[in-house]
């Protein structure tokens, strides 16, 4: 009690400071300078961050002041304006604090979720929304809330932020945020979106709707056609709700052509529980109806002691998909809206992450229905559009209606891996009723543990699994079709119940793609990986049982489905095979294995920094086995799998697949400019001052936006290479130069860009770059516009590459632009011999092991970023004659600046920069993105 009373004392005397020393020291404490300013009371909060009290004194000074703001209509009003109520105020909360009795305000009550729920318990991808009422002030309570319920999408309205405000300031681990601050007092919206989500920007409003506070972006989980995500606010007294909602209504239809589900969320101020709606609400209504909108949330989100109100929106045109709910927080007045897209496949998104073998799913999903193609008038009832129909061949809308492929193709369809959380998991089913040659198959693990076929007709109907005794465990669905003839086809459509699917992509190794990335040594596994399974040839008739069509078969020798099936290179080669590195980010790491018994000779290893923790081997036994490792004490350290085969005798070969659980593999990477040209190399003078800020049509004289992603990009006309640099000032068509990315892998079928300005190929162009060869190349359509180009890249998967721009033009449209190269990349290339370019510096003779060593610490001095992974410039010693070697042709020289500093020596664990000897000149070689510097 004691300690409790001095407590409230010292926040009484606290609060005496502020009424009455403030008034002169108040800009020391408040951001603007101003009590009654919008920002929230960020001094009081850094004072007493640890005591909950301050947080009580924060929030009523800070209600005080809005009241204030409201009465007086002018949020600039002096203190000196309420001196009276300011002292009044402060004393009475001074006595509230000193009594030593206060409770946190408990929050609206909610008749949807109690106070322990947590939203990270539903399984699927999380999006929530929640008016902040200032995002600065309460970063600690969003932190908490995140970590509670895991959002993969967060929404924020009222977040009051402005251009003071910086994004590291309001950065949250594991997200990334897109904002867009406020137009007027009190507004603004914000979006926190997984890291591991691929998303993108769209901004073609920004300019056309200013006064509409909306953010759009795409968002595409894995295996995703993705959909349309807005978050949007509405001030509760705007002008003019006709012209509010005309522009919603513009740019829904702009979205509608994109064909893809629109979630629309926010605070809109629509009460939609409202028992006499006003004309603004229904207005507001009825354009939502025009795009097939509908609300899903159905409590009230704002609960006063006067009111409730369901002004918290969440809009979607797809509400059959969502569980939805609200969610009290106690620190708004708003509850916080919550939508979870479950898992199901209704093949609406096409086949994203199914895998098909053989011909008789090549042309799905199919669209429509059509019952007479079949000639039996039995009607398909799918769900939706989109289903497996094994007779149809309708792969598009435009397809013809009536095109059939009939009962002859055969193959098979597997999902995507899925966690089965509940009892029970449907699907609508239908076609031939042999279950021996049609049918779909639940895959556990390895087993096949239910199947199912038709009832030979056509007419699809609910099946229903029982699969209780499989909570927890990992699944997938087969679809099998190896029959040709009368009933010879399965239809399948809406699969869906108690099962979830990653929402952040999967890191596993089931070698579906090849073993890229892996490294050899020995001959043991030079033919690997093997495609499907070929018992008969070991002589031992014992299936492998592997995952998919391509595993690690020690003793086999079928590398290409073209390949001889039967093929053996038997257990005579030696060697290991080592996986690329990746971070441990859960308790288990799981696999499958068989093969020889020997863990002395054969077997599997798991290598945290340089140390084999665990290791295991097989049972003498073709047939593989899932082993999982316990791995918790390891959690947030990088590791490696290593297959060992030391054994040419009997059993003297290894079997393994489908590597996974709890990896977090390198991200895939994206060059979006926004945080400059880091790792990119420029030569010549083209761009030398990218990337550039903003857009300047006007400058240009045509009139036509760039549409660049976000603020900065590479515009080659352009020369605005700073926020502060005058809008509109140009370069022109004349510098001509060269741009070179960092290495990057490629590691899907896809990658993407925006590419604009010149369309004269031969001298303006971007080109992708695989082992010194051109292997694609694109220019503009002589309009300063970008669009965004695909390139098909999945032949070079695997394979290290880079982007080149290549202005060689100074005529008209000699300039090219070009922004946001993304897709299946991955900038996290391992440090190879190839690409550790090597650094020698005068009286240091180890300066390249020494880079090595310090990692990202050397960054800022190792001389021109030598010495590191990645890194593109280097320098070299005239004195080795290996590295001069590389100097095959000099295209471009460069001189090194006089005073230049460089470290030279290393002294009681510090680094002493001295000035270099003035080095003679520097040549690039652009080739090989070698640059050398002559030392004098």
């Avoid at 009373?5 to 020291?25: D, Q």
């Avoid at 529980?273 to 609300?295: D, H, I, V, W």
């Avoid at 002395?600 to 490792?629: D, F, P, Q, S, Y």
């Avoid at 400058?699 to 590479?714: S, Y």
């Amino acid at each position: 009690m004691a300690a409790r009373g001095l407590v409230g004392i010292s926040a009484a005397l606290y609060l005496f400071h502020l009424c009455f020393i403030l008034p002169v020291n108040r800009h020391k404490i408040f951001r603007h300078g101003s009590l009654l300013g919008e920002e929230p009371l960020e001094g009081l909060n850094e004072r007493w961050k640890s005591d909950f009290k301050a947080k009580i004194a924060q929030t009523a000074l800070n209600e005080f002041a809005a009241r204030a703001v409201d009465t007086a209509g002018n949020h600039k009003v002096k203190l000196s304006k309420h001196t009276t109520s300011t002292l009044a105020y402060c004393l009475c909360l001074s006595l509230l604090l000193s009594s030593g009795n206060v409770e946190r305000n408990p929050g609206p009550k909610s008749t949807s979720q109690s106070g322990n729920f947590k939203l990270s318990t539903v399984k699927g991808l999380r999006i929530c929304n929640l008016n902040v009422r200032s995002l600065v002030n309460k970063m600690d309570e969003i932190r908490v809330f995140c970590e509670t319920h895991l959002p993969h999408v967060l929404s924020l309205n009222e977040t009051w932020l402005d251009s003071s405000i910086s994004d590291s300031e309001i950065q949250l681990p594991g997200y990334s945020l897109v904002r867009r601050d406020k137009t007027r007092r009190n507004g603004g919206v914000l979006i926190y979106i997984s890291s591991n989500l691929n998303y993108k920007v769209i901004q073609e409003f920004e300019n056309d709707q200013p006064d509409i506070q909306c953010l759009w972006m795409e968002i595409t989980p894995p295996k995703s056609k993705g959909f349309i995500f807005c978050s949007c606010y509405r001030p509760p007294n705007a002008d003019n709700v006709a012209t509010y909602v005309e522009g919603l209504r513009n740019m829904l239809t702009v979205m509608a052509d994109r064909e893809k589900e629109i979630v629309i969320t926010g605070d809109l101020n629509f009460d939609l529980k409202q028992s006499n709606k006003p004309a603004s609400t229904k207005r507001f209504m009825n354009m939502a109806k025009e795009f097939s909108l509908r609300q899903i949330i159905d409590n009230f989100t704002r609960i006063t002691e006067n009111s409730k109100t369901l002004i918290d929106l969440f809009f979607t045109s797809r509400p059959d998909l969502y569980v939805s709910g609200v969610i009290p927080v106690g620190f708004s007045d708003h509850s916080a809206t919550y939508a979870v897209l479950p898992c199901k496949f209704d093949f609406e998104s096409g086949l994203d992450g199914w895998v098909k073998t053989g011909t008789a799913f090549e042309n799905q999903p199919t669209f429509g229905d059509n019952p007479t193609a079949r000639n039996r008038g039995q009607p398909a009832q799918q769900q939706g559009d989109w289903w497996i129909g094994g007779f149809e061949d309708r792969p598009s809308k435009s397809t013809p209606a009536g095109k059939i492929q009939g009962d002859g193709p055969q193959g098979t369809l597997v999902s995507p891996t899925f966690k089965i959380t509940g009892p029970t998991i449907s699907f609508l089913i239908g076609g031939g009723c042999d279950v021996n040659t049609v049918r779909v198959e639940l895959i556990v693990g390895i087993k096949v543990v239910e199947k199912e076929t038709g009832h030979c007709t056509e007419t699809m109907t609910r099946k229903a699994w029982d699969v209780k005794k499989f909570i927890g465990r990992n699944a997938h669905i087969k679809v099998v079709d190896s029959s040709s003839g009368g009933w010879g086809h399965i239809n399948l459509d809406d699969l869906k119940g108690d099962m979830s699917c990653p929402v952040e992509a999967p890191c596993k190794f089931d070698f579906e793609r090849g073993i890229h990335g892996w490294a050899k040594t020995g001959t043991a596994f030079d033919n690997q990986p093997t495609f499907g399974d070929n018992p008969t040839a070991r002589n031992r008739g014992q299936p492998a049982q592997q995952q998919g069509d391509w595993w690690i078969g020690g003793f086999e020798d079928r590398p290409s489905e073209s390949t001889q099936a039967g093929k053996t290179q038997g257990d005579g080669p030696l060697g290991t095979l080592t996986s690329p590195t990746f971070k441990i980010t859960g308790p288990t790491i799981s696999f499958l294995i068989g093969g020889g018994c020997d863990v002395n000779t054969v077997r599997v290893e798991l290598i945290v920094g340089n140390k084999v923790v665990e290791k295991e081997t097989g049972h003498c036994t073709e047939t593989m086995r899932r082993k999982a490792w316990h791995v918790r004490d390891f959690i947030g350290q990088e590791a490696h799998v290593r297959l060992v085969d030391y054994s040419s005798g009997g059993w003297g070969h290894i079997n393994f697949d489908d590597l996974q659980v709890g990896l977090g593999c390198p991200a895939r990477c994206k060059f979006d400019f926004e945080n400059g040209l880091r790792g990119w190399v420029a030569v010549g003078e083209a761009f030398q001052n990218q990337p550039t800020f903003g857009d300047n049509p006007t400058a240009r004289n045509r009139g036509q936006p760039a549409h660049q992603q976000g603020d900065w990009w590479i515009g080659g006309y352009e020369n605005r290479p700073s926020e502060s640099a005058l809008a509109g000032k140009i370069q022109g068509d004349v510098p001509k130069g060269i741009l070179i990315s960092p290495s990057f892998e490629i590691t899907g079928p896809t990658i993407s860009f925006l590419i604009g300005g010149g369309c004269d190929i031969d001298k303006v162009r971007v080109e992708l770059v695989v082992h010194n060869q051109v292997v694609k190349k694109e220019t503009g359509k002589c309009t300063e516009t970008m669009a965004r180009k695909i390139w098909n890249v999945g032949e070079f998967s695997g394979q290290e590459a880079h982007i080149k721009l290549v202005d060689s033009s100074s005529g008209g449209w000699g300039h090219i632009n070009f922004d946001d190269l993304e897709g299946d990349i991955s900038c996290s290339i391992g440090c190879q011999d190839h690409i550790w370019y090597r650094c020698k510096c005068p009286e240091l003779a180890s300066f390249q092991q020494y880079c090595q060593k310090k990692g990202e610490f050397m960054s800022k001095y190792c001389p021109r970023s030598c010495g590191f992974c990645g890194e593109q410039e280097v320098l070299y010693d005239l004195k080795d004659e290996r590295e001069n070697e590389l100097l095959a042709s000099i295209d471009l020289e460069d001189t090194v600046n006089d005073n230049a500093t460089y470290p030279l020596t290393e002294s009681n664990g510090f680094i002493e920069e001295q000035p270099w000897k003035k080095a003679a000149a520097c040549s690039y070689n652009v080739k090989n993105l070698i640059k050398t510097c002559y030392v004098g």
